[in-house]
């Protein structure tokens, strides 16, 4: 069972909010979120796991760079390993898999090695980079076109634009903690995920989404008092008319109020 690294209130806080700033290569966000994981500190591994494996590819022809990273054994089989597993770039180097964002890093880390600009791209339900100008699906690891992408989300029924917009670092570090608070859900570690949810608010200051999805945390652990509460904070937040009245309808149904949803 993966151990939370939480020794004292939020360790790894400023290892997090470092990763996140633009000049900064996003493999760092991944090793950050695999610290908070529970991995300790990875920070050696990785970078000698990256140095490795950029020394397996050397080329500046996405073409070569993803047949290398084929031989090397990418992607292996996600199924292989744990929804949390997935999200943690040492685990993912070492078994050659993991989820589409984590093997992003990984693609980020080497071709910050080999000098060839790489990119994220924040895709709906998905993660992708651009690595010269080429389309990378990492899950996959292989190049892909804008219009198979296009045809993926029309299939998805996605109809959310922009589709490639381009992932700051911020954005890559709230969608792999978002990632890993989804993965404890589902195995009830509702403590664990509470604990990631802190870390989220770092990078969503005064978030009113952040509160709520803390509620639903404490809804799963049985405390409505306490979801109530933090409901009834990020109302004072909410700007938006349409999720201000649905968070008052939750707080009303917690209230035990009787309430027509239309």
């Known amino acids: 069972m993966v151990e939370f690294n939480y020794g004292s209130e939020l360790p790894l806080k400023d290892e997090l909010l470092r990763s996140v700033e633009p000049s900064v290569c996003p493999v760092n966000v991944a090793i950050a979120v695999a610290g908070i994981v529970g991995s300790n500190d990875v920070t050696r591994t990785v970078r000698k796991d990256l140095e490795v494996l950029a020394d397996s590819v050397r080329s500046h022809d996405i073409v070569e760079v993803m047949d290398a990273f084929k031989t090397e054994g990418f992607p292996s089989d996600p199924s292989l390993l744990s929804e949390i597993d997935r999200n943690r770039i040492d685990v993912a180097l070492r078994q050659k898999s993991g989820n589409p964002i984590t093997l992003a890093m990984i693609l980020a880390g080497v071709a910050s090695q080999i000098d060839l600009d790489c990119v994220g791209i924040n895709f709906p339900q998905h993660f992708l980079v651009r690595i010269d100008r080429k389309l990378i699906d990492p ?124």
């Open 139 to 262: 899950l996959h690891m292989r190049i892909v076109t804008p219009a198979e992408m296009r045809a993926w989300a029309k299939r998805k029924g996605i109809d959310r634009t922009p589709l490639f917009s381009r992932a700051t670092n911020r954005d890559i570090a709230l969608r792999m903690l978002n990632n890993v608070r989804l993965a404890l859900g589902g195995r009830d570690r509702h403590v664990d995920a509470l604990r990631v949810l802190d870390y989220k608010a770092l990078l969503a200051d005064d978030s009113p989404e952040v509160l709520v999805e803390k509620s639903e945390v404490w809804l799963d652990l049985g405390d409505s008092g306490m979801a109530k509460e933090l409901l009834e904070q990020a109302l004072e937040l909410i700007e938006s008319p349409s999720f201000k009245d649905m968070v008052r309808k939750r707080i009303h149904l917690l209230r035990g109020s009787k309430v027509e949803l239309n």
